[in-house]
C-alpha cells in the first residue's frame, strides 16, 4: 500500500522519535530518519534510514532536496525549516510548535542576531530543558498535521 504522506526526521538530536514512529504507522506515513550516524530504529517496512555523509549541512541536504506538499519535516533548525517550507512541506518543531511561512523570516533573522551576539563573547541563555508537556503537545501538532495533510 502507498503511504499518504511521508516525515522526514531531522534525527540526530531529535527526542521525539518514538512519537514520531507510532503516529506515522497510525497515518500511513513512510518515515525517513536522516542522521550523520547509524541510530537505532525499529525495524518495520515505514522506516527508512538514510545515513548522511558526516557535514554539517549533509542530513539537512538531504532532507530539503526531498521534502515536498506531501511531506512533514521535524526539525528544530531554523535554516531546515526555511528551506523545507520553500518546498511547501508542513514544519515542526520536537516540541510541537511548527514553523510557517509568516514566521519564518523573522525566525532565521533572530538566529543571525543570535549567532552574531555569540561570536562577540556575549553569554547568552541555552534552550529550556524538553519536558514532558513538549512532548504532549509535539504528539498533538504531529497528529492533527498528518489528518490536515491526508484531508488535503
Known amino acids: 500500500m502507498q503511504?499518504?504522506?511521508?516525515?522526514?526526521?531531522d534525527a540526530d538530536a531529535c527526542p521525539v522519535k518514538n512519537e514520531i514512529f507510532k503516529v506515522g504507522e497510525r497515518h500511513n506515513a513512510l518515515i525517513w530518519v536522516v542522521s550523520n550516524s547509524f541510530l537505532q530504529v525499529p525495524r518495520m517496512p515505514f522506516i527508512k534510514q538514510m545515513v548522511v555523509d558526516a557535514g554539517p549541512d549533509e542530513a539537512d541536504n538531504w532532507i530539503a532536496d526531498n521534502c515536498d506538499e506531501k511531506s512533514i519535516a521535524i526539525t528544530a533548525d531554523i535554516l531546515l525549516?526555511?528551506?523545507?517550507?520553500?518546498?511547501?512541506?508542513?514544519?515542526?518543531?520536537?516540541?510541537?510548535?511548527?514553523?510557517?511561512?509568516?514566521?519564518?523570516?523573522?525566525?532565521?533573522?533572530?538566529?543571525?542576531?543570535m549567532e552574531q551576539l555569540r561570536s562577540t563573547g556575549e553569554q547568552m541563555g541555552g534552550a529550556a530543558?524538553?519536558?514532558?508537556?513538549?512532548?504532549s503537545r509535539f504528539l498533538q501538532a504531529l497528529h492533527e498535521a498528518c489528518v490536515k495533510m491526508k484531508a488535503s
Open 3 to 9: 503511504p499518504d504522506l511521508t516525515i522526514y526526521i
Open 81 to 113: 525549516a526555511e528551506r523545507a517550507l520553500e518546498n511547501n512541506a508542513v514544519v515542526l518543531k520536537p516540541d510541537g510548535k511548527a514553523f510557517t511561512k509568516e514566521m519564518i523570516g523573522a525566525a532565521v533573522a533572530t538566529r543571525a542576531l
Open 129 to 135: 530543558p524538553f519536558s514532558q508537556a513538549d512532548r
